[in-house]
Structure formats: structure tokens, C-alpha cells
């Protein structure tokens, strides 16, 4: 093997170097039966990341504006906790959060569809960690989506 290839391998990750050495993973999202692409298919990486983005500067301007007297340590500790009140309130209740609904993203439970509240009450608790949904599985899913059996979809 060449050391270019070896190098390759790696740096596609292990999904790659599976499929290279022939086997059939399919397409994210196809163990849970969503389509592969579309309305209902698996959100991707950059559009999550832009929901976050969103979400995060929503909450820290609500905090600098209405809680704290300028930026600082006590600001982004606040934000954290409208984070977190703002994703149980409206992933329990609508699905999604204002940069979800932005992006066109949606909260679903794997198994009814419907995210029940304590269900969002587990998946906002592991997102605010920041760790869980940094390891993610082959269908693109973090850690606190498989804990709390939701999936994040494309509406």
C-alpha cells in the first residue's frame, strides 16, 4: 500500500475506508427509514451548525439586552440557560427552535414522530454539554439524538 494512500484513507475517516474496502453502508438515515434526500431526509453538519449559530446569538443578545449590563462571564453563563429553556420549550412543543426554523430543520422522534417533552428535556441537556453531539453515528446522529431516540430532519 502506498504511503499516500494509507494517508487518504485516513484522512476520509472510517466510513470512507469502509466503503473502499466494498461494504454497503447506505445512505445516512436509511436504518431509520427516511429517504435520502428531500423533505423528511437527515439534516447535514452545516446546516445544524447554522441553527446553533443562530439559536446561540438569539439567546446572548437576550442576555446582554435584558439580564446583564454588558459582555461578559455572567452573559454567556445566562445565555446558556435561555439555550437551554428555549430548546426544551420549543423542541417539546413545535419541533424546532428559531435557527432550526430558519434553516428548515426539524426535531422528530424516532419512534411516534413527536418529540414528548422529557425527551427534549434529555437531548437539550446532553446538547449543552457540548461533548454528546460531537460523537455521532453512522446515520449522522449525535450522542444526545440517539439518548433521547430523535432524529434531526430537512422540512
Known sequence: MDNRQAIGSWLSGPRAAMEDAGADLGYRGQQLGLPEQGPGSIARPGRRLGALA?????????????????????TGNWALLIFFVLG???????????GK???????????????????????????????????????GRGLHDRVAKTVEIRI
Open 54 to 74: 443562530v439559536d446561540w446569538g438569539l439567546c446572548l443578545l437576550i442576555a446582554y439586552g435584558l439580564i446583564t449590563d454588558g459582555y461578559g462571564q455572567a
Open 88 to 98: 426544551v420549550l420549543t423542541v417539546g412543543t413545535v419541533g424546532s427552535t428559531p
Open 101 to 139: 426554523r430558519l434553516f428548515g430543520l426539524r426535531v422528530v422522534s424516532v419512534d411516534t414522530g413527536r418529540v414528548a417533552p422529557l425527551r427534549a428535556l434529555a437531548r437539550t441537556s446532553l446538547l449543552c454539554l457540548a461533548l454528546p453531539p460531537l460523537i455521532w453515528d453512522r446515520d
